[in-house]
């Protein structure tokens, strides 16, 4: 059975893979959160605002794969299959909407320790 261009294997497919990529642990395939340089000694310290600078440019990158990938399906890139665009583009936005989250919760802290007496 056709649908719209697309096939119910295509789809079937498709399915199996955002499975497998749900499987996967999280670290598997991602670039590292933390810098290379506290990776290799587990007893330095790492400093708050460089984790969340390393979060955020991992995201960022994110985002800008995902748009990249858009462009090149839309341009015609044959190498690009309309499955791996959705899939970045489902990662790069969940990975947008964990920073949100993260960004009200480092807010609503912010201001409960603003409203503490002192």
Known sequence: MSVGGIDAQRITSMLAQLRAAAQKPEGVGAAPVLPAASAASPTSQVSFSDALKASLDQVNNMQLQAEKMG????????????????????????????????RNKLVSAYQDMMNMQV
């Open 71 to 102: 462009k090149d399906f839309a341009m015609g890139n044959d190498d690009v299959s309309l499955s791996d665009v959705m899939i970045n583009g489902q990662k790069a936005n969940i990975a947008f909407q964990a920073t949100v989250q993260v």
